[in-house]
């Protein structure tokens, strides 16, 4: 499909943030878009704007069956479907011994599960047609971890994982997938859509770290990233991976030299435990 060509999208998480912000610059461009969020009456205003380009659709990405049958239904209204966004997720605020057994699971099914049962459900359909985008909203925590997030980076290194395993699956179909690794962003993630573990005495120097290194870095603007999202989806060969953020590559950058230094100092090591 070329990038003057209207096209199908499937995103979750729509309801606000970059799910929000993506749908309405498709939308906008003349693209149509099957909506989903935990409440379907948040995207009363997009179906008002936009009529019927828009599928508006309440969906748990946990619930398997409800992802099945959510994207049926798109395929069904739109007749295929050429981008997939796995958009839905938040963050897990919490050291590894404060967060508890039931936010850690819940953290897994919905960053993690969720972005791979509504992939799995949508894959079939590209394949058979040949083509087709899978976009996964990781985060610059798919790629470095920081000390109070162990486990939202546990959820976002594994959706890295089984994406980079999916794109050499499915690129013999014509199907490409793209992992989108935001940086800090003015939206709620750290807000009202966030969960806060109980915190433990022992680790309050750990949040007054984090706080005061929020304070310094420089957060993006969300609707900055609509020109960016929709290039993407139009290019020819879409990359992997794909930073948010002007900050994103220097960092990394330092992240991978420090990896390598490490190994190279414990290769020893390495040759005497392979003999």
């Not at 461009?29 to 909506?35: H, I, L, P, T």
Request: hydrophobic residues 45%.
């Amino acid at each position: 499909m070329s990038a003057g060509e209207s096209k199908v999208w499937f995103i979750t998480g729509t309801s606000k943030g970059f799910g929000r912000i993506w749908a309405e610059a498709a939308l906008e461009r003349g693209d149509r878009v099957a909506a989903t969020a935990r409440d379907s009456d948040t995207l009363g205003e997009l179906v008002e704007e936009h009529g019927d380009a828009v599928l508006p659709l309440a969906l748990d990405v946990t619930d398997k069956p409800a992802v099945d049958a959510a994207v049926a239904q798109a395929q069904e209204r739109f007749d295929h479907l050429d981008v997939v966004v796995n958009n839905a997720g938040y963050g897990l605020f919490g050291t590894i011994e404060e967060v508890s057994e039931e936010q850690a699971r819940a953290q897994i099914e919905t960053n993690l599960f969720g972005a791979l049962w509504v992939t799995k459900a949508a894959l079939p359909q590209l394949r058979e047609q040949g083509s087709g985008h899978i976009v996964q909203v990781s985060s610059i925590g798919g790629v470095q971890a920081f000390a109070g997030l162990g486990l939202y980076h546990a959820s976002k290194w594994a959706l890295e994982g089984f994406s980079q395993s999916l794109a050499a699956e499915v690129a013999p179909f014509g199907v490409h997938v793209t992992l989108i690794e935001p940086i800090g962003y003015t939206t709620d993630w750290a807000g009202p859509s966030s969960v806060q573990a109980e915190p433990m005495p022992q680790y309050d120097p750990i949040r007054v770290a984090r706080t005061q290194s929020s304070v310094r870095s420089q957060r993006g603007e969300p609707t900055a990233t609509s020109a960016a999202i929709l290039e993407l989806v139009d290019a020819e060969e879409p990359p992997l991976r794909a930073f948010f953020g002007e900050w994103a590559l220097g960092m990394m950058r330092e992240e991978y030299a420090g990896r390598i230094a490490n190994w190279e100092s414990w290769q020893d090591l390495a040759a005497r435990a392979h003999q």
